[in-house]
């Protein structure tokens, strides 16, 4: 079969052209049913338009939110002649955002934080990361950055930005209030400049109070009081109440303490600023007080210290005592009955022994059945024993001076010793006294000078006090 050649008729006639030609082989019936089709088909197009445009609207992402509003324009129809046109004017699309722009107030680099872990040093954490350790010196160079980083704590972060190791920017929160940053200068890369930024932070006064029923630990915590408060609150009453002994069912506690806020959130807990324990019916009260030259302890309302020169217990409150001073006891390992002149302590394994006043280490050793020893020399012929230590903290050493609360030992069971526990003594001029009711020495009161400021200072504190403290009895009155 003979292939079949199709030719395609190519004719380039101008659009008017066209127009004019179809306009003249239409006959006039024609043209008014599709004028008539037009009219049907403007409205659906105007509707689909209507669609478009709200769907352009939705999809439109969340950053455009700083973007200039513009406003939506109707969408319109030119009227319809037999010649003209069908004009459809749509609204204008929002505009993209200008990435580039947007990327210029970015700053350069790239984001790094370092966390601090124990036995970490900047240098090491520069060197891992491949962070320029010529910078870091140049940083350590300058006085604000050298005191801020020469101590690392666990726990703690420092932020990098950097450029390919090289540093732009450091910045270390130093507390609540404080934050160290270090710049590279514009004009010198390899210089750096040092502030310390603070935030303001509030600081608010609130109270609470409680009564033990059968721990202090859980009673405070029921009258919503941290941890920590609740041993700052052993701490300044430590010298005047045994707390493994002396507590009993009953014995009330109230406080006045500072909340540190910044910016409207809460951050922690501050000082306690006034406290009460009543225990066993005697009232124990305290205010705190810094005097004009900065010192600041805790004081009775009439200026006298609650601070003595020695702890009533050597030992965090929470162990148990499994025995008491007592000079015919009957000696559980030597079956007699043999003097205790001291207190045992029952406590885990490593708890931490503390110095009960400020002295001199005169001996540290093993000491027959007593273990690992420490025997401390304090003022006015007083000497304090520790015994059956598991191992001595390595700054209590033979001749050293030690302070009231440093760590000097930790409990074990060396020596004779049915378990873990601590032996404490207290001797003065060589003869043993009760450790829990010896009359403890007094340390040194409101200074004279200061006694007007003190009561002027403190009295509106007392006041709360005794406004929380009197809510407490009419409540256990109830």
Same mark, same amino acid.
């Given at each position: 079969?003979?292939?079949?050649?199709?030719?395609?008729k190519?004719?380039?006639?101008?659009?008017?052209?066209?127009?004019?030609?179809?306009?003249?082989?239409?006959?006039?019936s024609?043209?008014?049913?599709?004028?008539?089709?037009?009219?049907?088909?403007?409205?659906?197009?105007?509707?689909?338009a209507?669609?478009?445009?709200?769907?352009?609207?939705?999809?439109?992402?969340?950053t455009?939110?700083?973007?200039?509003?513009?406003?939506?324009?109707?969408?319109?129809?030119?009227?319809?002649?037999?010649?003209?046109?069908?004009?459809?004017?749509?609204?204008?699309?929002?505009?993209?955002?200008?990435?580039?722009?947007?990327n210029?107030?970015?700053?350069?680099?790239?984001?790094?934080?370092?966390?601090?872990?124990?036995?970490?040093?900047?240098?090491?954490?520069?060197?891992?990361?491949?962070?320029?350790?010529?910078?870091?010196?140049?940083?350590?160079?300058?006085?604000?950055?050298?005191?801020?980083?020469?101590?690392?704590?666990?726990?703690?972060?420092?932020?990098?930005?950097?450029?390919?190791?090289?540093?732009?920017?450091?910045?270390?929160?130093?507390?609540t209030?404080?934050?160290?940053?270090?710049?590279?200068?514009?004009?010198?890369?390899?210089?750096?400049?040092?502030?310390?930024?603070?935030?303001?932070?509030?600081?608010?006064?609130?109270?609470?109070?409680?009564t033990?029923?059968?721990?202090?630990?859980?009673?405070?915590?029921?009258?919503?009081?941290?941890?920590?408060?609740?041993?700052?609150?052993?701490?300044?009453?430590?010298?005047?109440?045994?707390?493994?002994?002396?507590?009993?069912?009953?014995?009330t506690?109230?406080?006045?303490?500072?909340e540190?806020?910044?910016?409207?959130?809460?951050?922690?807990?501050g000082?306690?600023?006034?406290?009460?324990?009543?225990?066993?019916?005697?009232?124990?009260?305290?205010?705190?007080?810094?005097? &004009?030259?900065?010192?600041?302890g @805790?004081?009775? /309302?009439? %200026?006298?210290?609650? *601070?003595? +020169?020695?702890?009533?217990?050597? $030992?965090?409150?929470?162990?148990?005592?499994?025995?008491?001073?007592?000079?015919?006891?009957?000696?559980?390992?030597?079956?007699?009955?043999? &003097?205790?002149r001291?207190?045992? @302590?029952?406590? /885990?394994? %490593?708890?931490?022994? *503390?110095? +009960?006043g400020?002295?001199?280490? $005169?001996?540290?050793?093993?000491?027959?059945?007593?273990?690992?020893?420490?025997?401390?020399?304090?003022?006015?012929?007083?000497?304090?024993?520790?015994?059956?230590?598991?191992?001595?903290?390595?700054?209590?050493?033979?001749?050293?001076?030690?302070?009231?609360?440093?760590?000097?030992?930790?409990?074990?069971?060396?020596?004779?010793?049915?378990?873990?526990?601590?032996?404490?003594?207290?001797?003065?001029?060589?003869?043993?006294?009760?450790?829990?009711?010896?009359?403890?020495?007094?340390?040194?009161?409101?200074?004279?000078?200061?006694?007007?400021?003190?009561?002027?200072?403190?009295?509106?504190?007392?006041?709360?006090?005794?406004?929380?403290?009197?809510?407490?009895?009419?409540?256990?009155?109830d």
């Amino acid at each position: 079969m003979p292939r079949i050649k199709r030719r395609i008729k190519q004719d380039y006639k101008s659009l008017g052209q066209l127009r004019n030609a179809s306009a003249r082989k239409t006959p006039p019936s024609s043209r008014r049913g599709r004028w008539f089709l037009v009219g049907a088909l403007v409205p659906l197009t105007v509707a689909a338009a209507a669609i478009w445009q709200s769907q352009t609207n939705i999809e439109q992402p969340q950053t455009l939110q700083t973007a200039t509003v513009i406003p939506t324009i109707p969408a319109t129809i030119a009227p319809a002649t037999e010649d003209a046109h069908i004009v459809l004017s749509l609204p204008a699309p929002l505009p993209a955002p200008d990435i580039a722009a947007q990327n210029d107030h970015m700053p350069p680099g790239e984001q790094l934080t370092l966390e601090i872990r124990s036995g970490d040093t900047l240098d090491e954490l520069f060197q891992d990361n491949k962070l320029s350790r010529a910078d870091l010196a140049r940083i350590l160079k300058l006085p604000d950055a050298r005191s801020a980083l020469t101590v690392l704590i666990p726990g703690d972060t420092v932020q990098i930005r950097h450029q390919d190791g090289r540093v732009l920017e450091l910045a270390r929160k130093l507390d609540t209030v404080k934050t160290l940053t270090v710049s590279a200068t514009d004009d010198a890369p390899q210089k750096f400049a040092a502030r310390i930024i603070e935030r303001p932070v509030e600081i608010r006064t609130q109270h609470a109070n409680g009564t033990i029923d059968s721990s202090l630990f859980l009673s405070a915590q029921e009258a919503g009081i941290s941890d920590t408060l609740i041993m700052n609150l052993a701490g300044i009453f430590a010298w005047d109440v045994d707390f493994v002994l002396d507590i009993r069912r009953g014995d009330t506690f109230a406080l006045v303490y500072e909340e540190i806020w910044q910016d409207g959130h809460f951050l922690k807990n501050g000082e306690i600023l006034a406290a009460e324990f009543q225990n066993n019916g005697t009232t124990f009260r305290a205010v705190r007080y810094a005097d &004009p030259d900065g010192k600041t302890g @805790y004081f009775t /309302p009439d %200026g006298l210290n609650v *601070k003595k +020169a020695f702890l009533r217990a050597p $030992i965090a409150f929470t162990p148990r005592v499994t025995s008491r001073f007592n000079p015919k006891r009957y000696h559980p390992v030597h079956k007699k009955v043999r &003097p205790h002149r001291g207190v045992d @302590y029952g406590a /885990p394994r %490593g708890t931490p022994i *503390k110095a +009960a006043g400020d002295g001199k280490v $005169i001996f540290r050793g093993r000491k027959n059945g007593y273990g690992n020893t420490i025997i401390l020399q304090h003022g006015g012929n007083i000497t304090t024993l520790y015994a059956h230590m598991s191992k001595f903290n390595s700054k209590a050493r033979n001749g050293r001076r030690v302070k009231q609360g440093q760590i000097v030992g930790y409990v074990g069971s060396t020596g004779t010793a049915t378990g873990n526990h601590l032996h404490y003594e207290y001797r003065l001029n060589g003869v043993h006294r009760n450790p829990r009711t010896v009359k403890l020495p007094q340390a040194k009161p409101v200074p004279t000078k200061y006694k007007d400021d003190f009561l002027a200072s403190t009295r509106p504190l007392i006041n709360h006090l005794e406004v929380v403290s009197k809510t407490q009895r009419l409540a256990r009155a109830d």
